[in-house]
């Protein structure tokens, strides 16, 4: 029978641990950290004796790449295939010298966001913490292998399919196992998790390393929020900045606010008034994202016009703005077109 623990779950203690109760020195996890994560730079192979050991006590397995898409942007999407045949896709976005690779956290989700591809498809199961790992390991080898890029280590974004939050002990375990020094040795302002606004999620913050944070926030008014993501009348507004404004932020640390753009929605001048309001003595950040469409969503993209009226609106009123452009949504790979 294959092993169900996945050798990618273990964090270095645990590693020790287990070579420890197998009569071997904890000395060689730091070679088998940096076999697992370092594939090209290891210094010293594995040897057969141990492989053999860790292969019979765990998966060694990295997600398949089922399908792979480029975009004429650069932006790669993979099909990731998992041990029981799901799957989920993970994309790499060029973004100046450097990629950032955008991991999902669930097979689907369960938040039902109206203008979201991935809420219709519900949730199917939460991913566990190796196979998040595991789509950072085969994205980025993929960028060396396939493309040639002997690139920066690429960022992350938590904010491919699914709700980190709901699934928010796998996301910190990964969170933690990639920032082993032996490993991957990310930092934590290289990673940004998203958020629909899942309190019992937001809750545990404070718990996380010191990675970006970003609310989806996409109106400051909660019957339209509630329209746009349904959480939101168990978990309104003043609940979710109850929270936010007890996280322990860095000093030059800001809240990323996702603001979904929609044509004659939540693009008047009664949503910048509003927003000026909830934002503006917050170290906050507005991230405008114009609504991307898919195959049957029913809302509208606003013009390019539209979309920079709208900034300018905000940055009038002190507010921290930027638009996020649009990437690889010829290959459906933009936020909210992602479904396996
Ligand atoms: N579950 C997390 C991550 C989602 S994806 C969250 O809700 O924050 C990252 C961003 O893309 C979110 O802000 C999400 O609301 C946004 N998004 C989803 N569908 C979109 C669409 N069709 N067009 C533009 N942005 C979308």
């Given at each position: 029978m294959t092993p169900v623990k996945s050798i990618y779950e273990l964090s270095i203690e645990e590693l020790k641990a287990f070579l420890n109760a197998n009569n071997l020195s904890p000395d060689l996890s730091s070679t088998i950290f940096r076999n697992l994560y370092k594939k090209n730079k290891h210094e010293q192979p594995i040897s057969k004796k141990i492989m053999s050991l860790l292969g019979k006590n765990f998966s060694l397995t990295l997600p398949k790449i089922a399908l792979v898409s480029k975009s004429d942007d650069g932006t790669v999407k993979f099909l990731m295939e998992f041990n029981d045949g799901k799957s989920v896709e993970t994309v790499l976005i060029p973004f100046h010298k450097r990629f950032t690779v955008c991991l999902?956290?669930?097979?689907?989700?369960?938040?039902?966001?109206?203008?979201?591809?991935?809420?219709?498809?519900?949730?199917?199961r939460h991913l566990k913490s190796s196979e998040i790992i595991g789509q950072f390991i085969v994205a980025a080898n993929y960028l060396e292998e396939e493309l040639g890029m002997k690139t920066m280590q690429p960022n992350i974004v938590f904010?491919?399919?699914?709700?980190p939050l709901h699934n928010s002990d796998e996301v910190l375990k990964a969170i933690e196992v990639m920032m082993e020094p032996l490993g991957l040795?990310?930092?934590?302002?290289?990673m940004t998790l998203s958020t629909a606004g899942y309190l019992p999620g937001i809750k545990k913050l404070?718990?996380?390393?010191k990675i970006n944070i970003a609310l989806?926030?996409?109106?400051?008014?909660n019957d339209i929020r509630k329209e746009l993501i349904p959480i939101n009348q168990h978990f309104p507004l003043e609940d979710i900045f109850r929270e936010l404004d007890g996280l322990d932020l860095m000093k030059r640390q800001f809240i990323v606010y996702e603001y979904l753009l929609i044509d004659g929605l939540n693009d008047r001048l009664e949503d910048a008034n509003e927003l000026e309001k909830l934002l503006g003595d917050r170290k906050a950040a507005i991230n405008i994202i114009p609504f991307n469409p898919f195959p049957g969503s029913k809302y509208k993209r606003p013009s390019e016009e539209k979309v920079e009226l709208f900034k300018e609106m905000l940055v009038e009123r002190k507010l921290r703005t930027m638009i996020r452009t649009t990437k690889g949504s010829d290959i459906l790979a933009a936020c909210g077109q992602l479904k396996s």
């Open positions: 999902s956290s669930q097979v689907g989700c369960a938040m039902k966001c109206s203008f979201c591809y991935t809420g219709t498809m519900g949730l199917s904010m491919g399919q699914g709700e040795c990310m930092g934590p302002r290289q404070n718990n996380f390393p989806s926030l996409h109106s400051p008014f």
